[in-house]
T-cell receptor, first 112, second 110 residues
Framework: NAGVTQTPKFRVLKTGQSMTLLCAQD?????MYWYRQDPGMGLRLIHY???????AKGEVPDGYNVSRLKKQNFLLGLESAAPSQTSVYFC???????????FGPGTRLTVL | RKEVEQDPGPFNVPEGATVAFNCTYS??????FFWYRQDCRKEPKLLMS???SGNEDGRFTAQLNRASQYISLLIRDSKLSDSATYLC???????????FGAGTRLTVKP
């Protein structure tokens, strides 16, 4: 099993460009999450999903959109990237909200 | 005030030392508690869950104090391989929203 994978691993964008980050899990987990990690801030929840076709806002959702069309995939979109969105993005999945979360390796995004 | 606050660190300790980290949380309705470990430039991984009665896993002991709203992690007989950042994690009342502390960095030296 690959666990949780993320695509791409690195990306550099110019302000105003758009992109989609892909997260895939092969553990048949219901719950999936997108976080960003910034120095001194810890991980902050952007959006999450409790099952296929559902999404919900987390702590810092502004500037991001998500979709969960298939159970195994959770997409994070940036419609118009801003330098403040420079960060490391982690995807995670779990069987239930109170269970262990399994993280992907992260995507390092720089917005110039 | 941050929802989850941890000791600022960094902690630099010699091999074999005992080290303790504390973490406080602000939401009294928090339901579940965890310690995660994150190595440099890697993803976080679960170290251990924290139960109301306290729990131990080898050299690691976790405690929860609901009345004072803090959790702790004790590492005995530190190893070089324990060097990492330790993240305190709390789930809110709906159990769908995990809040992470900023982490405490530990370096174990020979």
């Amino acid at each position: 099993n690959a666990g949780v994978t993320q695509t791409p691993k690195f990306r550099v964008l110019k302000t105003g460009q758009s992109m989609t980050l892909l997260c895939a899990q092969d553990m048949n987990h219901e719950y999936m999450y997108w976080y960003r990690q910034d120095p001194g801030m810890g991980l902050r929840l952007i959006h999450y999903s409790v099952g296929e076709g559902t999404t919900a806002k987390g702590e810092v959702p502004d500037g991001y959109n998500v979709s969960r069309l298939k159970k195994q995939n959770f997409l994070l979109g940036l419609e118009s990237a801003a330098p403040s969105q420079t960060s490391v993005y982690f995807c995670a999945s779990s069987t239930q909200g109170y269970n262990e979360q399994f993280f992907g390796p992260g995507t390092r995004l720089t917005v110039l | 005030r941050k929802e989850v606050e941890q000791d600022p660190g960094p902690f630099n300790v010699p091999e074999g030392a005992t080290v303790a980290f504390n973490c406080t949380y602000s939401n009294s309705a928090s339901q579940s508690f965890f310690w995660y470990r994150q190595d440099c430039r890697k993803e976080p991984k679960l170290l251990m869950s924290v139960y109301s009665s306290g729990n131990e896993d080898g050299r690691f002991t976790a405690q929860l104090n609901r009345a004072s709203q803090y959790i702790s992690l004790l590492i005995r007989d530190s190893k070089l391989s324990d060097s990492a950042t330790y993240l305190c994690v709390v789930t809110l009342y709906n159990n769908n929203d995990m809040r992470f502390g900023a982490g405490t960095r530990l370096t174990v030296k020979p």
